[in-house]
């Protein structure tokens, strides 16, 4: 479980490069795949990967309010059913 805090974010642990897409995913996102995902979006923002003590609260608190919308956003988001598939498991496009 990632924690506020220099330790408990597990810095080491969870950095990135890229943040994954989570609408649709399966199994479905955790709230701790958003954090850690928040976590990223900020780290690249700031260009901090641990902040200052002197910016540490601002980095947190960005984190924290990042990771709330994002909940927010997944959870009404509309997502459609993945298309049939065909025989041999190729899925179907719109188009043909």
């Given at each position: 479980v990632l924690r506020p805090g220099i330790a408990g974010w597990g810095y080491a642990a969870r950095m990135c490069r890229s943040i994954k897409t989570l609408r649709?995913?399966?199994p479905p996102a955790t709230h701790?795949?958003?954090q850690a995902?928040?976590?990223q979006f900020v780290r690249k923002l700031s260009g901090y990967?641990?902040?200052s003590l002197a910016n540490?609260?601002?980095f947190e608190a960005a984190v924290?309010?990042?990771t709330?919308?994002?909940d927010r956003l997944l959870d009404s988001l509309v997502v459609r059913p993945a298309p049939a598939?065909?025989?041999g498991g190729v899925a179907c496009s719109a188009g043909g």
């Open positions: 649709g995913a399966e701790e795949d958003v995902a928040s976590l990967r641990v902040p540490r609260e601002a924290e309010e990042i709330l919308a994002a598939s065909q025989p």
